[in-house]
């Protein structure tokens, strides 16, 4: 059973073009993130929604729109993708009133 | 500088040695730290969870927090082979919806 789980795993794409990638938890979390890792592995956060409603939103370009349809989702539209979006972006989640977060296994963007 | 300092290594140890990992932190309103294992090309998984000072232990880990000095550590005791892996600090002020910093993570070797 995957607890949370992101597609696609890889994702391969040109300057310019429009992606999303997409996040599910099946844990009955209220609370799901995105986070950009570059190619140091260093983790930053991007946005946080509580039961559909942003409440993190760091300073991240408008080109990323982040969109949670229900809170076992949390999708994350990119547009104009540039060279300096390649990285893994991994989506968590985490319970009301508890502060660990998992994270699913991540996806490998490649901007060529 | 950043909020959280973390040696990126590479860490290389004999297999069985005693392993010490350590963060330091600027942000004195960080009350919850955590330790998160990550594997080559997946997502960090949670090793250990500390709320404000003190010790907790886990099999043969060993999370340490002094909050006075704003350090805090991993010990990993009779390391094997399947702990190498990037192990990275992660703290946050709040509870769930508050957002994780992480440190840059450190590589772990553990030769056989």
């Known amino acids: 059973d995957t607890a949370v789980s992101q597609t696609p795993k890889y994702l391969v794409t040109q300057m310019g073009n429009d992606k999303s990638i997409k996040c599910e938890q099946n844990?009955?979390?209220?609370?799901m993130y995105w986070y950009k890792q570059d190619s140091k592995k260093f983790l930053k956060i991007m946005f946080s929604y509580n039961n559909k409603e942003l409440i993190i939103n760091e300073t991240v370009p408008n080109r990323f729109s982040p969109k949670s349809p229900d809170k076992a989702h949390l999708n994350l539209h990119i547009n104009s993708l540039e060279l300096g979006d390649s990285a893994v972006y991994f989506c968590?989640?985490?319970?009301?009133?508890?502060?660990?977060?998992?994270f699913g296994q991540g996806t490998r963007l490649t901007v060529v | 500088q950043k909020e959280v300092e973390q040696d990126p290594g590479p860490l290389s140890v004999p297999e069985g040695a005693i392993v010490s990992l350590n963060c330091t932190y600027s942000?004195?309103?960080?009350?919850?730290f955590m330790w998160y294992r990550q594997y080559s090309r997946k997502g960090p998984e949670l090793l250990m969870y500390t709320y404000s000072s003190g010790n907790k232990e886990d099999g043969r880990f060993t999370a340490q927090v002094d909050k006075s000095s704003k350090y805090i550590s991993l010990f990993i005791r009779d390391s094997q082979p399947s702990d190498s892996a990037t192990y990275l600090c992660?703290?946050?002020?709040?509870?769930?919806?508050?957002?994780?910093?992480f440190g840059t993570g450190t590589r772990l070797a553990v030769r056989p």
């Open positions: 844990l009955g979390h209220d609370t």
């Open positions: 942000n004195s309103a960080f009350q919850y």
């Open positions: 968590a989640s985490s319970p009301q009133g508890y502060t660990e977060a998992f």
């Open positions: 992660a703290m946050r002020k709040g509870s769930s919806g508050d957002k994780l910093t």
